[in-house]
């Protein structure tokens, strides 16, 4: 009786793992299917991203630490590593005013931070190369198209056409972003990108090719805003970027089969993004005559 009632117990768990894979692999087959932002989802991001961009201005005012992996318990390893020439990619959360976690009903917040050293560079180089002399479709590869849609001094409007890609799941989007370079002086600069609109494509690439109704779509990518900070060492520039996403929120059944690939994307983008970074502005490596 006892062996029946093992294999009883196997066999449902092994249906109710199979239902689950099941149902893990059509929700995503779908596209993630439908989602609409909602006003709550919406009130959460907005108060996570305040959080962050207050935390953000009292470290940029802190005086003697700057990059906000200086602020973390690993921060002068995180150092070492990039300058020895790797890419730092880890999480991030931002808490509430008590230190507590910020929901966000029916919705995910992604948020990572990037480090990367430029290898010598100068800091200038770096700045003017990104604002002037790479366009973003030349920089990372799922940027398909860009222009600059108004400029003032240190602050434009961009047009971008992205193609966000994942192993279940995958968009093309519209998105118009809203970028800020600050040049203080000395050896550090930052600069904020803020997505002003982001509308996903049905059919792209197709003469059938429409925008979704923004905020009601796959749900793959609802706000998006950047953080990057410009360091000058002796090695070269160390450019960090602190990246916060919002998506809808995973199903509890599916989220164990969808979170590591959905949540695996933006990291894949963010690596990549570096790495061409320091690829296109790293100065280039002395041939054999010189």
């Not at 909602?38 to 907005?46: C, D, G, P, Y």
């Not at 008590?98 to 290898?119: A, D, M, Q, T, Y």
């Not at 953080?227 to 998506?247: I, N, P």
Request: some cysteine; overall charge negative.
């Amino acid at each position: 009786m006892a062996d029946r009632h093992a294999d009883s117990d196997g066999g449902r768990a092994l249906r109710r793992a199979a239902a689950a894979v099941a149902l893990a692999t059509g929700f995503a087959g779908a596209g993630l299917l439908a989602a609409e932002l909602q006003e709550e989802t919406l009130a959460a991001w907005e108060r996570y991203l305040a959080a962050t961009r207050e935390r953000v201005a009292a470290e940029l005012d802190d005086g003697e630490r700057f990059l906000a992996v200086d602020f973390h318990e690993d921060g002068a390893r995180f150092r070492r590593e990039a300058l020895a020439g790797d890419v730092i990619v880890e999480g991030m959360r931002t808490h509430d005013e008590r230190g507590e976690r910020i929901r966000v009903p029916k919705g995910s917040i992604n948020h990572l931070v990037g480090l990367i050293l430029v290898p010598d560079a100068a800091l200038n180089d770096v700045l003017d190369g990104l604002q002037y002399d790479i366009p973003p479709h030349e920089l990372q590869e799922d940027v398909l198209d860009s222009r600059i849609l108004s400029r003032d001094g240190d602050t434009f409007e961009l047009y971008v056409r992205v193609d966000l890609n994942a192993p279940m799941a995958s968009a093309q989007f519209n998105i118009e972003q809203r970028v800020e370079y600050v040049r203080p002086g000395g050896d550090l600069a930052w600069s904020r990108i803020e997505a002003t609109r982001i509308a996903e494509l049905e059919e792209p690439g197709t003469p059938n090719e429409r925008e979704k109704p923004i905020g009601n779509d796959s749900g793959y990518l609802w706000r998006m805003n950047l953080f990057y900070r410009y360091q000058q060492v002796d090695s070269g520039v160390l450019v960090e970027c602190e990246q916060l996403t919002l998506s809808r929120g995973i199903p509890a059944l599916a989220r164990f089969f969808l979170a590591p690939i959905i949540n695996g994307a933006p990291r894949d983008a963010l690596e990549k993004t570096l790495r061409s970074v320091a690829e296109h502005l790293g100065a280039p490596a002395p041939t054999d005559g010189g």
